[in-house]
């Protein structure tokens, strides 16, 4: 059966710089552990991206964070960097998915995805946040910032989040006029402007509440 990490948001910001020591005590029982992340999931266009990394204690790469606090720079050399030593399992949900299955349900079928989608399937996941995904092919501990407590968790969190800024750039050559690749389809001013002036295109969240209402305006 899936745990659940008891640690309430205030609490997660004790944590400091992530480390090993959860996958450790995993791997004493002989266990292999993967991280699980996600990245977008509060834009209002482009997939929600999942990963799963499974990382090499002998060969993790230096300067592995939660990605929200590394530069442009440091997420791409990591990226590349983690590719190049450790497992990892890469899952997007479209937004004809996110339509489907509400914006959690495609994020944790996303990460269960990302999971099933790396060569070595794992004994545990450790997945950032507060939801297990359900149907995991092994056991699932979630954890309330995750990404600032597990190195795994963290080289899952940049392989998520770089991978989809590379599908902002995409959608930036679909649709110029929207600026995602500056806004990463965020609700920001500019976003909203270029909505109301050219209406939604494919790559819009179609049941999110800012374009929902546009596309009834214009029915």
Do not use: W
């Not at 994020?107 to 070595?120: D, F, I, S």
């Not at 946040?129 to 954890?143: F, I, W």
Request: with cysteine.
């Amino acid at each position: 059966m899936a745990k659940r990490d008891s640690s309430s948001t205030s609490q997660s910001d004790l944590f400091g710089s992530p480390d090993l020591s959860l996958e450790d005590a995993f791997r004493a029982q002989g266990k292999i552990v993967c991280g699980v992340d996600e990245a977008g999931r509060g834009p209002l266009a482009g997939p929600v991206v999942a990963a799963a990394v499974i990382l090499d204690p002998e060969n993790v790469p230096d300067g592995l964070n939660d990605s929200k606090k590394l530069t442009v720079k440091v997420r791409d050399r990591l990226y590349d960097e983690i590719f190049a030593s450790a497992q990892v399992g890469i899952a997007s949900a479209p937004p004809e998915m996110i339509a489907t299955h509400n914006i959690r349900g495609a994020t944790l079928l996303a990460m269960r995805r990302a999971v099933e989608a790396l060569a070595q399937q794992p004994d545990v996941a450790l997945i950032d946040g507060r939801d297990v995904p359900p149907h995991l092919p092994c056991a699932g501990h979630s954890l309330i910032k995750g990404d600032s407590r597990s190195l795994s968790i963290a080289a899952a969190s940049i392989i998520a989040k770089v991978s989809r800024d590379r599908a902002c750039e995409i959608m930036e050559r679909d649709a110029p006029h929207f600026g995602f690749l500056k806004h990463k389809g965020y609700g920001t001013k500019q976003h909203l402007t270029a909505l109301i002036d050219h209406g939604a295109c494919d790559h819009h969240r179609k049941d999110f509440k800012p374009i929902a209402e546009i596309i009834a305006k214009e029915n």
